[in-house]
């Protein structure tokens, strides 16, 4: 029964259960655990949903992945890449952390997984190859570097604005650096400290669990966390008053709109019902165009605000009297007020009220229990809104888990299916989506822990999935406290190790167009970001455009007969040539994109030896051959046998003969003119010569066929 169920069900192979196996698991699963709590939660900062959700993200998709896919060691869950793409495909739609940008992430896992569940289930993980080694190392560079320079603000306490280039961003928070909050300066240096210590001389140490756990104690005993509250009308300065204002009856008409838009929505699927509703109907889609698109324009236009407010920076004046607390502008209290000491910032704003930041930024109240179980919000705009970046991130996430798995087969000895770990990342981001979950995949990190450790099954996944459950059920207060800026550490910890620029010097070396597609993926990335998307696909249609041109002007060689019985190139051995044979090696496919070098190279070889009586083609590197590839030799054989030159080939493989004997090719060249191997072709071309009466030893050419002596 197992092995009959063992391509639907192939956690089957794991049974029988023994104790020992059982023991290494469990072991192997906690210690990826200590390591997937903290990291989740930082990749879900990342991605630009409240920290919790990462946890969502790790307790579900991690034991489908283990179930479904083909690795015992593989660990899925939220990854540093993935998070990334998933935050520059949903940051042009709505505001990190929104209601909206949470319905839209969930989505977005939904669609990654269907994707890459029908690429596994039609076995089409070889479109995966599209994205060459150079593309994905050029990316990973590059998004490495962004994952990074993008945790600054947190790291320095400071506000980052997001636009639509990601380097203005980067130096808007740069020019905030005189504003650093140094206390949370402090955490996050801490946080380095404690994990770099301890992975130099305390390896074996969940060095992310405990730097996460002594942060989160100082910032409780510290009161590090520091909130107040206000209202518009107390800000001082008109004109920032008056943004704050703005903002408020802007989200006051988002509001209404909704309401419009949900009462249309209603009105249409009630006159869908009525046969006589078909000219109120149509009306009712034009209104909704236009509603979506001004509620589309409102959210833009208040996601602006909100970047513009958090620039700001208050001293607040207490309260005196009958006198409320007054917010003035940092260094503008003016004579006689007294300054409370602390510099605020505007952190919600809501029905006119202001939430204040005085102190550092900590996760938060973190909620109980498991995530709602729900099919995510589905809308066609919103999924033909998504579709490009779900194919992008389906397939980088899948290359990322699929050179895991690959890289720890090749330790263990066990067989990966690429296909079947297709599945599992499906299922996995699938399951995932109902229970609000973000996209995820297979982590270089953690599956090395999950190894270490001694995982000897998918079961280690599933304790350590089981561990997360406990986490969600049980120990959520005491994460309220974690510093934001320690889970910046941690990101650009995690990060470090994938910046790796010999990678793209190795591309180089090894083919000058591979190392071009790395570097010009690489310069796209950075200058597309925040839309990774639109960096890889640059690269990608850079590797393929280079490839083409490679392939379009294959090596080309004159051959003569060298001291040794073989035919060589003759510029490079120096080689004689014969007067009445030009005998040429072709290394390449013949396909459209190279068939006029082709003819062009053999017109210009017979001009070079107008005598020539004889063009032997030696075929053994035509590995393909198409239909512009077989009307270019017909036409070549034709023409130059009008002009008394007879076209001979040698060596040619079985894909390509069929194909000339389906077209009628085979029989225009003639069999006779069609050899095995080259000697073969030689010796019976000079036989031809010589009935023909024409002398060839007077010329010098050592292509006639020698025998050993």
Not at 334 to 347: C, L, V, Y
Not at 451 to 468: C, D, E, H, R
Not at 490 to 506: D, E, K, P, T, W
Not at 673 to 685: G, H, S
Request: glycine share 10%; hydrophobic share 50%.
């Amino acid at each position: 029964m197992t092995s009959r169920f063992a391509n639907l069900l192939p956690f089957l192979k794991w049974f029988p259960l023994r104790g020992e196996t059982l023991k290494a698991d469990l072991i192997a699963g906690i210690t990826v655990a200590l390591v997937l709590i903290p990291q989740s939660m930082a990749y879900a900062q990342l991605a630009g949903l409240p920290a919790y959700y990462g946890l969502y993200a790790a307790f579900l998709p991690g034991i489908i992945a283990a179930l479904w896919g083909s690795s015992a060691q593989l660990a899925t869950g939220p990854v540093a890449v993935v998070s990334l793409l998933t935050a520059s495909a949903l940051a042009p739609l709505a505001a990190s952390g929104s209601e909206q940008f949470i319905a839209l992430a969930t989505l977005l896992a939904m669609l990654v997984g269907l994707l890459q569940l029908a690429l596994g289930l039609f076995k089409l993980g070889v479109l995966v190859n599209f994205l060459s080694h150079p593309v994905i190392v050029g990316f990973t560079n590059a998004a490495a570097i962004i994952i990074g320079l993008s945790q600054l603000n947190k790291l320095f306490g400071v506000s980052m604005g997001r636009s639509e280039h990601f380097i203005q961003d980067i130096w808007g928070v740069l020019l905030q650096i005189g504003d650093t909050h140094l206390p949370t300066l402090a955490m996050g240096a801490s946080a380095f400290a404690i994990m770099l210590a301890l992975k130099k001389w305390a390896p074996k140490m969940p060095n992310v669990l405990i730097a996460v756990a002594l942060t989160t104690l100082a910032s409780w005993s510290m009161g590090f966390e520091r909130n107040g509250a206000s209202r518009i009308e107390h800000i001082m300065d008109a004109e920032v008053r008056a943004l704050a204002a703005e903002y408020q009856r802007t989200e006051e008409r988002i509001v209404g709109l909704k309401e419009r838009l949900d009462a249309g929505a209603a009105e249409l699927k009630k006159s869908g019902k009525d046969a006589a509703g078909g000219q109120r109907a149509a009306a009712l889609k034009y209104e909704i165009e236009l509603l979506q698109l001004e509620l589309g324009n409102a959210r833009n236009e208040n996601r602006n605000n909100s970047r513009a407010l958090r620039k700001f920076i208050f001293e607040q004046v207490a309260a005196s009297g009958a006198e409320p607390a007054k917010l003035y502008l940092a260094g503008q209290v003016p004579q006689g007020g007294q300054s409370d000491g602390r510099r605020w910032r505007i952190g919600k704003l809501h029905n006119g009220g202001l939430k204040l930041i005085g102190g550092g930024e900590v996760v938060g109240n973190v909620p109980s229990g498991l995530p709602g179980f729900s099919l995510p919000d589905i809308s066609w705009d919103s999924v033909a809104a998504l579709l490009s970046s779900a194919l992008v991130i389906s397939m980088v996430g899948f290359m990322e888990a699929i050179s895991v798995a690959k890289a720890m087969a090749a330790k263990t000895k066990q067989r990966i299916e690429p296909n079947q770990e297709l599945l599992g990342q499906g299922l996995s981001n699938l399951v995932g989506s109902f229970s609000l979950s973000f996209p995820v995949s297979g982590s270089f990190s953690r599956s090395a822990v999950n190894l270490n450790a001694g995982a000897a099954s998918g079961m280690s996944s599933v304790f350590a999935s089981i561990i997360v459950l406990l986490t969600l059920l049980f120990l959520t207060p005491l994460l309220y406290h974690l510093p934001q800026a320690v889970l910046a550490a941690v990101i650009m910890m995690a990060v470090s190790g994938l910046i790796n620029f010999q990678s793209i010097r190795h591309a180089w070396q090894a083919h000058r167009h591979d190392g071009t597609a790395a570097m010009v993926t690489f310069a796209a990335t950075l200058a597309f970001a925040p839309h990774l998307d639109k960096g890889i696909l640059v690269g990608a249609g850079a590797a393929i455009i280079l490839y083409l041109y490679r392939t379009m002007r294959p090596r080309v060689a004159i051959l003569g007969r060298h001291s040794d019985g073989t035919l060589r190139d003759v510029k490079v051995h120096h080689l004689p040539a014969s007067e009445h044979i030009i005998a040429m090696r072709y290394d390449g496919s013949l396909y459209f994109a190279n068939v006029s070098y082709f003819e062009d190279t053999i017109l210009e070889a017979l001009a070079h030896s107008p005598q020539a009586r004889y063009l032997l083609v030696v075929g053994s590197g035509i590995n393909q051959l198409d239909a512009s590839g077989e009307e270019v030799i017909r036409h070549l054989v034709q023409r130059l046998r009008g002009n008394g030159v007879t076209i001979v080939f040698s060596g040619l493989k079985k894909q390509v003969l069929d194909l000339m004997r389906q077209t009628g090719l085979y029989g225009l060249i003639a069999e006779e003119n069609i050899f095995a191997n080259e000697d073969m072709a030689l010796d019976d071309i000079f036989n031809r010569l010589n009935a023909e009466g024409v002398s060839i030893e007077h010329d010098g050419s050592l292509l006639k066929h020698q025998t050993a002596s």
